[in-house]
Nanobody
């Protein structure tokens, strides 16, 4: 299984970005998928997740600003990020889990103040 993340970039505070994670396998085959992020000098943290049934969960720091969604036909999971803040700057990673976990490569998100 391969996960290809894209959509990162440089944006000003208050702006928006949409990350995409394309899976080589059908996303419906996973128990769930998630986005994590890791800022310099910090541990990797969970940002948002969506289960096979469609249940979503967000970290308190992004709740109300980020939305995770899934397109089964495209085998892609998205992370819509609005009202971005400088503290959202990090490398964002896609993750999928089933009988085991799979990580995608990271995509850099930089939010300037």
């Amino acid at each position: 299984v391969q996960l290809q993340a894209s959509g990162g970039g440089l944006v000003q505070a208050g702006g928006s970005l949409r990350l995409s994670c394309a899976a080589s396998d059908s996303v419906s085959n996973f128990n769930g998928m998630a986005w994590y992020r890791q800022a310099p000098g910090k541990q990797r943290e969970s940002v948002a997740r969506i289960t096979r049934s469609g249940t979503t969960n967000y970290s308190d720091s992004v709740k109300g600003r980020f939305t995770i969604s899934r397109d089964n036909a495209k085998s892609t999971v998205y992370l819509q990020m609005n009202s971005l803040k400088p503290e959202d700057t990090a490398v964002y990673y896609c993750y999928a889990w089933g009988s085991r976990g799979y990580w995608g490569q990271g995509t850099q998100v930089t939010v300037s103040s």
